[in-house]
């Protein structure tokens, strides 16, 4: 039986997914043990389908393309779905989330997305297109900002 590429070709086309997915973070992590350290790596991946749509997912795994995969599944498994009128939130929402502190106000239209760092990737991914997003805590660190930008979306009033 011959093998044919363009079948095979055909069926991934389909296996695509809806979803569009951003790695936000990738950083290497380490485990002390008796016999020295061990590595492995953590992944944090953002996907949405620009409708209304976003998750955040953390996995870690041997190597990065592992925790990237596993990461992607916890991301589907942890979506959530905002209501987006005319490209914008529906009011202004402020959320904590571990040190990272998010503010988000909706913006008339045209106005763009006027965001920074992780919760700029979050907002372009649920499909919000005119919001002003501003990060208030005092971490830099990408994964808590984009989870607090989580817990904000999650804080709007369907």
Not at 114 to 122: E, F, Q
Request: net charge positive; hydrophobic share 40%.
């Amino acid at each position: 039986m011959a093998f044919d590429r363009k079948k095979e070709g055909d069926r991934m086309k389909a296996r695509k997914s809806e979803f569009e997915e951003q790695v936000v973070d990738l950083r290497r992590v380490t485990r002390v043990m008796a016999g020295g350290k061990r590595f492995r790596f953590r992944a944090t991946v953002i996907i949405g389908d620009g409708k209304g749509r976003v998750g955040v997912g953390i996995a870690k795994g041997l190597d990065v393309e592992t925790s990237i995969n596993k990461a992607r599944a916890k991301a589907k498994n942890n979506i959530i779905g905002i209501d987006i009128k005319n490209g914008t939130i529906a009011h202004e929402v402020k959320a904590k989330y571990s040190a990272a502190q998010v503010l988000l106000k909706p913006a008339p239209e045209g106005h763009g997305l006027m965001a920074g760092g992780s919760p700029r990737l979050v907002l372009k991914l649920a499909g919000v297109r005119d919001v002003t997003a501003k990060c208030l805590g005092n971490t830099n660190n990408k994964l808590t900002n984009a989870l607090a930008a989580i817990e904000a979306l999650k804080k709007l009033k369907k």
